[in-house]
């Protein structure tokens, strides 16, 4: 867009100024003077440049969680890598004020009916999954690859394997 500045803040938030980007709130100073730095109107999406020329929003802002020692972690982009391991069905990254990222896991319960059978062993059900140590090898061996494609902050430590799958009829999902 012409007359348009696009910069990204320390943090990773997008920040934008120009002709056609927003003053501020109608009677409003005090919601300006939150979104407003020197002209800048802080967008609330995390995002990168590709190219030096393309624009790349990752995550919202308010979607980040910090550590203990400050730093911020966008939980999408790890949840969205992690979810790629044929072994997990789903994950939440979890860290707020910890010191080390983590990691809820519901391990994908199909793909190991499938593995047992193929080893011609009998699934021992749900339950069993989540102390079976084979099991608990196959993700960790996922997490553990996946992990590298992260900064040290931002890679799972440890992970809690769950027995069932998050629902809206059960409750866990809106």
Do not use: H
Request: aromatic residues 10%; glycine residues 6%; contains cysteine.
């Amino acid at each position: 867009m012409n007359n348009v500045k696009v910069k990204i803040a320390d943090d990773g938030e997008i920040l934008c100024k120009g002709p056609n980007v927003m003053i501020g709130y109608y009677k409003r100073p005090d919601l300006t003077k939150e979104v407003m730095i020197d002209g800048w109107l802080r967008t609330g999406d995390i995002g990168t440049f590709v190219d030096e020329k393309f624009l790349k929003i990752t995550d919202r802002k308010k979607e980040l969680l910090k550590t203990s020692g400050g730093k911020f972690v966008a939980p999408q982009p790890i949840e969205n890598k992690m979810s790629e391991s044929p072994w997990i069905e789903q994950i939440m990254v979890v860290g707020e004020m910890q010191k080390f990222v983590s990691a809820l896991i519901v391990p994908a319960f199909q793909a190991f009916k499938k593995w047992y059978a193929e080893q011609e062993k009998n699934y021992p059900g749900n339950d069993a999954i989540l102390k079976d140590s084979e099991a608990r090898k196959l993700i960790k061996e996922s997490v553990t690859k996946y992990n590298k494609e992260f900064n040290p902050v931002e890679q799972i430590k440890e992970f809690r394997l769950l027995p069932q799958e998050w629902t809206i009829e059960g409750g866990e999902l809106t």
